[in-house]
């Protein structure tokens, strides 16, 4: 049987993301998540936390005087729970080098684009305004450049004639709930780690993403 790996999940928002790791940490996903944490009290990603009964903490990024005195209380939280993995569902922070480096080689973060394009924010708009035939979710590991890690894996989604930014919003996201517990799966049964600041699968370097169902996207 495999150990289950310790993770803390860091949101902002509903949680959806985490949502989907909770379900699946229920079902077979070999993870026990020790802790929830978030910058914003209200943040619905919380009760979903308790009602899966874990742990659930706030560090309110306005109670501090810059990021790097933030991040410094970040990291020390976060490694009260010991994680072998920390992801970032949806956590609406840019993270200083500091913190990164904190936890280099078990962070991951998941984003709502094809990366390398489309980095930061309104991906769906700027992927219909691009006139691109096809979008989707990448998750990497995070390191200090902004969603510019070593890529992993990817579901692609086809962008429809009549697609707006929030049905193809929807669409994605459908794909993230899948990807997200696909990689960290690969990361807590041992397939998957990062050597130095390549993503290696199996012991050989990820050249490309993996592309997960990109038949089946929908």
């Known amino acids: 049987m495999t150990e289950k790996l310790p993770l803390v999940v860091l949101i902002s928002g509903s949680g959806s993301n985490l949502q989907a790791i909770i379900d699946g940490a229920a079902d077979d996903l070999p993870v026990e998540i020790r802790a929830v944490i978030s910058n914003k009290a209200d943040a619905y990603g919380l009760e979903r936390a308790r009602k899966a009964g874990i742990e659930t903490r706030v560090l309110d990024h306005k109670e501090f005087s810059d990021r790097d005195s933030y991040d410094l209380a970040l990291g020390d939280l976060i490694e009260e729970y010991q994680p072998g993995l920390v992801i970032l569902a949806g956590f609406m922070r840019i993270l200083t080098l500091a913190l990164v480096g904190r936890f280099h080689g078990r962070m991951f973060n998941i984003h709502p684009s094809l990366l390398p394009k489309f980095r930061g924010l309104h991906t ?7 006139g691109e035939r096809m979008h ?12 510019g890690g070593p890529l992993i894996i990817q579901a692609q989604v086809p962008v429809k004639t009549d697609d707006n930014p929030d049905t ?5 996201l459908k794909q993230e709930h899948i990807l997200y517990p696909t990689a960290i799966r690969m990361f807590a049964e041992g397939s998957l780690r990062m050597e130095g600041d390549v ?4 012991g050989s370097p990820l050249n490309s993403p993996i592309i997960l169902n990109p038949d089946q996207a929908t």
């Open 199 to 202: 993503a290696c699968h199996h």
């Open 124 to 130: 769906h708009e700027r992927a219909i305004e691009a």
């Open 168 to 172: 193809l919003a929807a669409r994605v």
């Open 136 to 147: 989707g979710a990448s998750v990497h590991f995070v390191t200090e450049e902004l969603d």
